[in-house]
């Protein structure tokens, strides 16, 4: 009976404090490395969202337009120049400035230029109904509109971020090419 009050009294032992040490720095280290790309792939997929809201933002512009394609530079070296941007042709579209930002770019490329994002000037001037990137007319889904000016995700494999004419959004570059009618 002595035995046992003493054995309560004692508290832990020096080893049993280094196994419970040691487990807990084993689960750090598995957790910590996959908190972080679970951060970033969630900046991914915002990212992917900022990119469809300026798509439902030009389908506004084209409302207005008559389904032409606005008159932007692909992209400027820095906010002070007034060639027509994304970020000027279409601020009236967006929200805020930030719909122009993506979450992940930390180079500053959205406060220096006013975007994070590219702008196929391939496509300036042309007609919604009467599109032709690169000999691509029939198929929406394979003319590329906007795009990440880097590759702000390629710490978790991603692509680029592209916005398609058709209005989809997607990690990498892919023409697609119609089977003809």
């Known amino acids: 009976m002595v035995e046992q009050a003493n054995r309560a009294n004692r508290g832990f032992t020096m080893v049993e404090i280094l196994v419970v040490v040691a487990?807990?720095?084993?689960?750090?280290?598995?957790?910590?490395?996959v908190s972080d790309r679970v951060k970033k792939s969630a900046?991914?997929?915002?990212?992917?969202?900022?990119?469809?809201?300026?798509?439902i933002s030009l389908n506004e512009y084209f409302i207005e337009n008559g389904t032409q394609f606005p008159e932007m530079v692909a992209a400027r070296e820095s906010r002070d120049q007034d060639d027509p941007a994304m970020d000027t042709v279409l601020e009236d579209y967006v929200r805020d400035e930030f719909a122009?930002?993506?979450?992940?770019?930390?180079?500053?490329?959205?406060e220096e230029t006013g975007s994070s994002y590219f702008w196929n000037s391939l496509m300036n001037g042309q007609r919604l109904n009467n599109m032709n990137f690169l000999g691509l007319t029939k198929d929406a889904a394979g003319i590329p509109l906007m795009s990440d000016k880097e590759n702000f995700h390629e710490h978790i494999g991603d692509g680029v971020n592209i916005l398609y004419a058709d209005g989809h959004v997607q990690k990498e570059l892919q023409f697609v090419v119609g089977t003809g009618d």
């Open 23 to 33: 487990i807990l720095g084993i689960l750090a280290a598995i957790i910590v490395p």
């Open 43 to 55: 900046m991914s997929t915002q990212c992917l969202g900022q990119l469809r809201n300026l798509g």
């Open 100 to 110: 122009f930002k993506c979450p992940a770019d930390h180079r500053g490329i959205f």
